[in-house]
Antibody, heavy 125, light 108 residues
Framework: QVQLQQWGAGLLKSAETLSLTCAVY????????WAWIRQAPGKGLEWLGE???????YFNPSLKSRVIISVDASKAQFSLKLNSVTVADTAVYYC????????????????????WGQGTTVTIS | SSELTQDPAVSVAPGQTVRITCQGD??????ATWYQQKKGQAPLLVIY???NRPSGIPPRFSGSRSGNTASLTITGAQAEDEADYYC???????????FGGGTKLTVL
């Protein structure tokens, strides 16, 4: 049973750097992408980016200049840094495992966040 | 980039069938994935791929697609199904994960 446990500072001031880490327990780390998603109060889900065990990354273009996602495969952990935070970055931040697959015919891919961390509430003042 | 559009709110009487839709051009290339989120909880995967349910998801949840519209159907809705439902897929470039705005399901 794969579990994700995340941690990091929950209260920041504007212009500081948000830093969160997510550890993967009970499953294979390689062969998956690992994602960060956030949810502002009363709002929907927003994908921030993803990384695989070898460090290949994809980012939300709206945040790309401020986001760093890194991986430590030896510890089965991945991390999020968001620079120059503002009040608009106040949200619950989740880490999640991204399951990739495909069905045929015709060839259709799917991207499913199948395991989620518990979420970290980050407040920017 | 692409967008996924969901109705903001849908309601259903207990025991009836409800369909929640997700519309977007990327759904002609990628499957929609569906999540259930109850208040104060992390989202829960309910449908992925063509129509796959993770272990523990009741069979009353099913998924389908027609053209650029994906649907999540709950056949015989229960009070515990009241939640926000989100769809997601890859965008048309294949580089970004995108979410619909969410649908609030009320079971009344």
């Amino acid at each position: 049973q794969v579990q994700l446990q995340q941690w990091g500072a929950g209260l920041l001031k504007s212009a500081e750097t948000l830093s969160l880490t997510c550890a993967v327990y009970g499953g294979t780390f390689g062969g998956y992408y690992w994602a960060w998603i956030r949810q502002a109060p009363g709002k929907g889900l927003e994908w921030l980016g993803e990384i695989n065990h070898s460090g290949t990354t994809y980012f939300n273009p709206s945040l790309k200049s401020r986001v760093i996602i890194s991986v430590d495969a030896s510890k089965a952990q991945f991390s999020l840094k968001l620079n120059s935070v503002t009040v608009a970055d106040t949200a619950v931040y989740y880490c999640a495992r991204l399951l990739l697959g495909a069905t045929t015919p015709p060839l259709f891919h799917y991207f499913a966040l199948d395991v989620w961390g518990q979420g970290t509430t980050v407040t920017i003042s | 980039s692409s967008e996924l559009t969901q109705d903001p709110a849908v309601s259903v009487a207990p025991g009836q069938t409800v369909r929640i839709t997700c519309q977007g051009d990327s759904l002609t290339s990628y499957h929609a994935t569906w999540y259930q989120q109850k208040k104060g909880q992390a989202p829960l995967l309910v449908i992925y791929g063509k129509n796959n349910r993770p272990s523990g998801i009741p069979p009353r949840f099913s998924g389908s697609r027609s053209g650029n519209t994906a649907s999540l159907t709950i056949t015989g809705a229960q009070a515990e199904d009241e939640a926000d439902y989100y769809c997601n897929s890859r965008d048309s470039s294949g580089d970004q994960l995108i979410f619909g705005g969410g649908t609030k399901l009320t079971v009344l």
